[in-house]
Structures are given as C-alpha cells and as structure tokens.
C-alpha cells in the first residue's frame, strides 16, 4: 500500500509543531514539544524524532505509512541539499538537518525556510493558488518573508531570497546606512517592540506591564494584547510606532516588485491585527508610489501556526510529486 500521508514540522526556537497530514489534506493529530537550543542541532534533531515517533505510535502507523517529513526552518536553508545555512534563533550554522534526521527515521525528509513554508500553505490552501505577485511577511520573535512572481515561489540565486527582517532601516521605516540596531527586524519586530516598552518602563512610564519592568520573563503577544485591550500609552506607542515601520517598508517594497499582494502573520499579527493592519496600511499608502499600490490588497492569514503545516504539503509535491 502506497504511503498516504505526510508529517509537516514547524521547527521553532521554543517549540517543535508536528503535525499529521492525510491523502484529503487534512491535519488529524498534532505532537508539540519544546525546543532545546543549548544543545545544539543533534538534540534538535532527536526531539524531532520523537516527535514523529509519537504521532506515529498515536495513530497506529508506521514510517511506511508516511511519504515524506516536511519541515520549516527558522534561517536560511537549501531545500535540495537540507543544509540550515544559518539559523540564528537555533543556534545552527551550516548544519545538515537533512542528513541528520534521516540517520534517525527511514522516511524522505523535506526541509524549508519556515516562513517560505507558510507562505506555500496560505498560497495553496488559503488563496486556493489564485495568487500572482506576493509577499508574506510574519512578524514574530523576528521578521521573516517569502517572496511569490507569477504564482511561483522565489527562493533567490543562493536561497536568501526573502529575508526582509535583515534590511536596513532607520526608526521611520526609510532605508539607512547603518547596520547598527537598525535592521527591520531590530526595529519592527516583538523583540524590539518589547525592548522599546522595557525601555520606558525602566524610565518610570505608568504601564500595565510594570510588573516586566525587572524580570526576565518575556512579554509575549498575549500580554501585548491585553495592555491594548486596556489602552495601555506605553505599548500603543511602541505597537503603532512598529506598524508605521511596517507599512512604509511594504510600501518601498511594493514600488520596487509592484506584487498585488501582501499577507501578514505572526505571533503579532494574529494576536493584535486589528489594531496593526490599520496602521500598516495606512503607513504602506502614504509610502508607495500611487500607480503600484493601487492594485495591492493587505490582509492578515486565517490559518495562524498551520500555514506551515500546511505548506509541507506543497512542499511534498513539489520534491515527490503526487
């Protein structure tokens, strides 16, 4: 009997979410387990072993009932060879992930950037493929994109395409010429929005979120959420001075690639989207040249954390066909 299933991972810097896929595109079990990155890539890859081990032993399958294990990656990768160029958030460089987990399983693994992952998913599962020039752009921990010309992925001459968390930018959002705290990512992502608010918070500024003033405990978008939900000025200041940012960069964007376009995503989006997609759209508006960002539509995804999932699928038959 013919495999009839996949295991899309999304593989992230906390956590490792696998999933379990049938021949209807179905997601019908999920394993999530955290991601230890003190250890380096080999404990990395042992957990996401056990994690298709699990999901396999849950549903009474084996590995010969799965075609193919596709995984999204934080960082730079080559889909071909399943070499992590680098992966900050992981703490790899140059690792073979490829290699590695198939020295554990038996079954064909797939790797991905995780941000290109997702954007396959909300292509093919979202926009049902009815999408021509786009740029998905997640906004998290950091920011990542994936780049789409003529309904076709673009992953760039040496599989750097898409990075949009690494180009300079000054605090308004205009490109600048110092590589000092000033990539997109440093200026527009939760991370900086969070070191802006504990900024001010260290200043003494009244917030919702004194009590993160000292600690070491991380703000999540959770947290963000519920100080806007109580018009908390410290975290409306930082959230909207970053929408600013992210508007005006999709709208030099856009005037450079006139894609029609842009889907937004992430932790930040997903919790706070209707105050940010505002803002966003705004800022691209007054940013982009007119005859371009006439024909763009911004919209946040529906599918939140299973665009990836569900981009493994088309990743799948893009390496192995149907």
Do not use: W
Request: charged share 20%; hydrophobic share 45%.
């Amino acid at each position: 009997m013919a495999a009839s299933y996949i295991i899309s991972v999304d593989l992230g810097g906390t956590k490792i979410l696998s999933a379990l896929i049938n021949n209807q595109n179905e997601i019908v079990a999920r394993v999530k387990v955290a991601t230890d990155t003190g250890k380096g890539g080999d404990e990395i890859v042992r957990a996401i072993s056990e994690s298709v081990k699990q999901i396999l032993a849950e549903n009474n399958l084996t590995e010969n009932d799965i075609k193919a294990v596709c995984m999204g990656v934080p960082g730079t990768v080559n889909p071909a060879t399943g070499v992590i160029a680098v992966a900050p958030n992981l703490g790899l460089v140059e690792f073979n992930i490829k290699e590695a987990l198939s020295s554990q399983i038996s079954i064909p693994v797939l790797i991905e950037n995780d941000v290109n992952l997702a954007g396959l998913g909300i292509k093919n599962y979202e926009l049902n493929g009815e999408v021509k020039n786009m740029i998905v752009v997640f906004v998290g921990t950091g920011i990542g994109g994936a780049l789409f010309f003529d309904g076709k992925i673009y992953r760039g001459s040496s599989f750097y395409a898409g990075e949009i968390g690494h180009m300079l930018v000054d605090g308004k959002g205009a490109f600048s010429i110092s590589p000092v705290h000033s990539t997109f990512e440093l200026m527009a992502s939760r991370t900086a929005i969070v070191r802006e608010i504990k900024k001010n918070l260290g200043k003494g500024k009244k917030s919702v979120l004194k009590d993160y003033a000292k600690s070491k405990k991380q703000i999540k978008s959770k947290a963000l959420l519920e100080a806007l939900k109580k018009e908390d000025p410290v975290v409306i200041k930082q959230l909207t001075k970053a929408g600013k940012t992210i508007g005006t960069v999709l709208g030099s964007i856009t005037t450079l690639l006139n894609i029609d376009t842009i889907v937004l995503g992430g932790g930040v989006i997903e919790a706070m989207h209707e105050f940010m997609v505002p803002i966003i759209s705004k800022a691209f508006n007054e940013s982009v040249l007119e005859a371009p960002g006439k024909c763009v539509k911004i919209f946040e995804t529906k599918l939140g954390d299973d665009a990836a999932l569900y981009g493994g699928i088309a990743l799948a038959e893009e390496f192995l066909g149907n």
